[in-house]
């Protein structure tokens, strides 16, 4: 089953977030490979595994900047309707999610420091059973959705 396109994504911006996040974790994963080299070097250990390692967490760092982020953000997108928020995202296992407006407790929004450097916020959406997340909106037009969300859920519990 092919999912289609819903009317909102991510903004271009979280690529820009994401590649700090690999970027952080691939500069870690790198740091442990070269260590673990130069302990195998030392010990006077065959180099070959801890090459094999480095070459790995390389092979991975390439992988999530040319292939996974690209095709992340592509994935990612969001409708806000007048009865449900329809969440979907994922690349190989593909997540659809209805909430419906009657079922949220409440909206929160959430900015680390590196969705703050490209003045974005996540938005959360708890209702009993959890909470959806989306993950970058726009910092500026964050506190108009969280009230329009807000408002779609008083008038759907009004309808009941």
């Given amino acids: 089953m092919e999912l289609k396109q819903l009317e909102k994504q991510l903004p271009k911006q979280i690529k820009t977030v994401w590649r700090q996040v690999y970027s952080i974790t691939g500069s870690l994963l790198l740091l442990v490979s070269a260590g673990l080299l130069a302990i195998f070097y030392y010990a006077e250990i065959n180099l070959a595994f801890s090459l094999i390692g480095f070459l790995i967490t390389l092979a991975y760092f390439l992988f999530c900047f040319l292939f996974l982020i690209p095709f992340r953000w592509k994935r990612w997108s969001y409708q806000i309707r007048h009865d449900e928020i329809e969440i979907q995202h994922g690349i190989i296992f593909r997540s659809r999610i209805l909430v419906p ?43 108009e959705l969280r009230h329009h969300i807000l408002e779609l859920v008083k008038v759907a519990k009004e309808d009941v």
């Fill in 101 to 143: 407006m009657i079922r949220i407790q409440h909206v929160e929004t959430a900015q680390g420091p590196l969705l703050r450097k490209q003045n974005l916020v996540s938005l959360s959406i708890t209702t009993a059973a959890g909470a959806h997340v989306i993950e970058a909106v726009n910092a500026s037009t964050s506190d």
